[in-house]
């Protein structure tokens, strides 16, 4: 049984920092490209990263120098790196690994930047 769990989001001030962390297990992780999505209240749900299986990363330009997904396969954990943080990053954040016909998600974790 494949398992996706996010953390470490959180209400966080404008220009503020997070560290998003998503655990998997049930899978081989070294193998699946995985990615961050995002959705705010009204809206669809947005890719904000990606990395490759073999490390190559990707952002939305709406992201971009503000954003650094990793990964730690020996931990089977990928991360999101948030700086610099916006009113408008205010959303759930999903975690998604995909490999071929395999997709799945984590549930979400809530980031909220407010003053």
């Known amino acids: 049984q494949v398992q996706l769990v996010e953390s470490g989001g959180g209400l966080v001030q404008p220009e503020g920092s997070l560290r998003l962390s998503c655990a998997a297990s049930?899978?081989?992780?070294?193998?699946?490209?995985m990615g961050w999505y995002r959705q705010a209240p009204g809206k669809q749900r947005e890719l904000v990263a990606g990395i490759t299986s073999g490390g190559s990363t990707n952002y939305a330009d709406s992201v971009k120098g503000r954003f650094t997904i990793y990964r730690e396969n020996a931990k089977k954990t990928v991360y999101l790196q948030i700086n610099s943080l916006k009113p408008e990053d205010t959303a759930v954040y999903y975690c998604?690994?995909?490999?071929?016909?395999?997709?799945?998600w984590g549930q979400g974790t809530q980031v909220t930047v407010s003053s």
């Open positions: 049930g899978l081989i992780f070294s193998i699946y490209a």
């Open positions: 998604n690994a995909r490999r071929l016909n395999a997709d799945y």
